[in-house]
């Protein structure tokens, strides 16, 4: 049963802005729950621990170019880090900037690297120990910062996943990956900017103001002639999960019907500041978060996840008081429709309040 058509939940049908990038807008149109729809079998997931032909399989290094890192250095490797053979930049091309009228090209220098996440093929994230994820952790952590120092030229490193067909993952064996580039991509200049007038407005991290307004904030609004009750709004109900240093918010202007997003509880700009303790209590929560999501959409939901860290160079200094480091974690639950691309306006038919409900409700082990 979707929740538009359970006994006496009204139909929701709003336009929510993103308070961290008030361009992006959210339309939640929970009554677009109940138009005809071919159910899809969910995604067949490889269960195995080892594939003979699978390049990243333990045992299988030399199907892949040779490695930048590996954890541990020496025995068997828990995590693994090479070069992307089909890289969207490389460090290979040296070619001048030019421009012609309006066309303007750059230098598409940069880095594309391959996470082999675990040694066993088809491990799911929430499967994987408390300790590994905050190995995995570690080890983004680390080559990032190893990134950053081996050329100034790089602005910012994304981490990012992508598991199943419909996220773009092309390779079933467990694995992320890291692009540093020499430009900031748009989405994350868009944060930078508009939390960096945020601060300037108010002095204070827009991020944590929503973190103290979810863990804090309610109100009732009431109807200006009779009186009544018209809503009641309680920010804390977009909280999913908490731990010591984390928290885990359902987003109000949801982009994506499971979408959750991880920030540190204390302040935090960069990343690479985060400690082994830090590390250590977002592989928690980071499990937990996906054992939640696993456990509601069921089978193996197909997912993006990314880091947004500060960028790096001189125009970005003043960000730290500003920025706040974050994790996004994306479900592909649905396939974008014409409305969404030609307007930029995504749609989610599955209000927050109820997917923030049923996760944190969700069971599991």
């Given at each position: ?237 977009f909280v999913i999960e908490r731990s010591k240093r984390f928290i885990a918010i359902k987003p109000f202007a949801s982009r994506y019907e499971w979408e959750v997003q991880i920030l540190p509880l204390a302040h ?98």
């Amino acid at each position: 049963m979707t929740e538009a058509t359970e006994p006496n939940k009204k139909a929701v049908r709003e336009i929510r802005i993103n308070p961290i990038v008030p361009s992006e807008s959210v339309l939640v149109a929970t009554a677009r729950n109940m138009r005809p729809k071919k159910e899809e079998p969910p995604v067949p997931h490889d269960t195995r621990e080892h594939v003979e032909t699978c390049p990243f399989c333990r045992g299988n290094e030399s199907m892949t170019p040779a490695s930048i890192a590996r954890v541990p250095s020496e025995g068997d490797w828990k995590i693994r880090i090479v070069e992307n053979l089909y890289p969207i930049l490389g460090d290979d091309n040296e070619d001048p900037n030019f421009a012609f009228g309006l066309q303007h090209t750059m230098n598409g220098y940069g880095r594309h690297e391959v996470v082999i996440d675990h040694s066993s093929h088809g491990i799911r994230i929430h499967e994987m120990t408390e300790e590994h994820l905050s190995l995995l952790f570690a080890t983004y952590r680390t080559r990032m910062e190893q990134l950053y120092n081996a050329n100034p030229r790089i602005k910012n490193v994304l981490v990012f996943k992508n598991f199943g067909p419909a996220a773009g993952a092309s390779i079933a064996h467990t694995h992320s990956q890291i692009i540093a580039m020499p430009v900031v991509p748009d989405n994350v200049q868009a944060e930078v900017r508009n939390s960096s007038a945020f601060f300037e407005a108010n002095q204070h991290c827009i991020f944590c103001s929503l973190i103290d307004e979810a863990l804090t904030f309610e109100a009732t609004l009431y109807d200006k002639d009779s009186g009544e009750i018209r809503r009641k709004i309680n920010v804390g109900q977009f909280v999913i999960e908490r731990s010591k240093r984390f928290i885990a918010i359902k987003p109000f202007a949801s982009r994506y019907e499971w979408e959750v997003q991880i920030l540190p509880l204390a302040h935090q700009a960069d990343f690479l500041e985060a400690n082994p303790e830090d590390l250590a209590d977002l592989a928690w929560i980071f499990r937990r978060t996906m054992a939640r999501l696993n456990a509601v959409l069921g089978g193996a939901p197909q997912y993006n996840y990314f880091l947004h860290s500060v960028p790096h160079g001189q125009e970005y200094d003043d960000c730290a008081p500003s920025f706040h480091w974050h994790i996004e974690i994306c479900p592909r639950t649905s396939i974008p429709t014409g409305f969404e691309l030609g307007s930029g306006l995504f749609v989610n038919t599955i209000s927050p309040e109820d997917a923030a409900e049923r996760l944190r409700s969700a069971t599991f082990e």
